[in-house]
Nanobody
Framework: QVQLVESGGGLVQAGGSLRLSCAVS????????MGWYRQAPGKQRELVAN???????NYADSVKGRFTLSRDNARNTLYLQMNDLKPEDTAVYLC?????????WGRGTQVTVSS
């Protein structure tokens, strides 16, 4: 059974950094389409960053220059390095991956940035 498990969230002061991890288990398939979304209370889920076709990284304008995607294929894990965090980055961050034509989601990890 395919599972995506996020980790690395927490409470951090504005200007701080966190690194989120998304570990994929239950498959040896290395997805070329993975990404991070976030959802704040009372707001719609929004794309933060994603990898398309395994080669192109896209970032939301609000995080460009501050967040960086990377992956470790050996560990089948996607990372999101978040620097210079702002209170408006506070949200539940969810990982998604397209595997064998189906979209899978993790349960999310909470990121809270205090001012």
């Amino acid at each position: 059974q395919v599972q995506l498990v996020e980790s690395g969230g927490g409470l951090v002061q504005a200007g701080g950094s966190l690194r989120l991890s998304c570990a994929v288990s239950g498959t040896v398939f290395r997805s070329n389409d993975m990404g991070w979304y976030r959802q704040a209370p009372g707001k719609q889920r929004e794309l933060v960053a994603n990898i398309i076709d395994g080669t192109t990284n896209n970032y939301a304008d609000s995080v460009k220059g501050r967040f960086t995607l990377s992956r470790d294929n050996a560990r089948n894990t996607l990372y999101l390095q978040m620097n210079d965090l702002k209170p408006e980055d506070t949200a539940v961050y969810l990982c998604t991956a397209q595997i064998y034509g189906r979209n899978y989601w993790g349960r999310g990890t909470q990121v809270t940035v205090s001012s």
